[in-house]
């Protein structure tokens, strides 16, 4: 049973910090690019930031470039989203995402992690 498992969020304030984790179970994902999405109240969910499984190849979206970093442990099975310099328009549930575009599609969810920054 493939499982995502989010951690690492939580309520800070405005200009802190929060590495959100993944854990990733049940398969392997060498193929998988791994993600990290975002859907605050009343908005549409949005793409973060991806990076392939050998960690050679990072996307960001524009607004949290320069703040944010993703990464991956692969001996871990695990990929990280620091984040710095949050503000209060981050806040929004994280979804941890897994997706296989070579071959059949196949995509997994996380369960998600609040992150909450105050102004």
């Known amino acids: 049973q493939v499982q995502l498992v989010e951690s690492g969020g939580g309520l800070v304030q405005a200009g802190g910090s929060l590495r959100l984790s993944c854990a990733a179970s049940?398969?392997?994902?060498?193929?998988?690019?791994m993600g990290w999405y975002r859907q605050a109240p009343g908005k549409e969910r949005e793409f973060v930031a991806t990076?392939?499984?050998?960690?050679?190849?990072?996307n960001y979206l524009d607004s949290v470039k320069g703040r944010f970093t993703i990464s991956i442990d692969n001996a871990k099975n695990t990929v990280y989203l620091q984040m710095n310099s949050l503000k209060p328009e981050d806040t929004a549930i994280y979804y941890c995402?897994?997706?296989?575009?070579?071959?059949?599609?196949?995509?997994?969810w996380g369960q998600g992690t609040q992150v909450t920054v105050s102004s």
């Open positions: 995402n897994a997706l296989r575009r070579a071959g059949p599609i196949i995509e997994y």
């Open positions: 049940g398969r392997t994902f060498t193929l998988y690019d």
């Open positions: 990076i392939s499984w050998t960690g050679g190849t990072t």
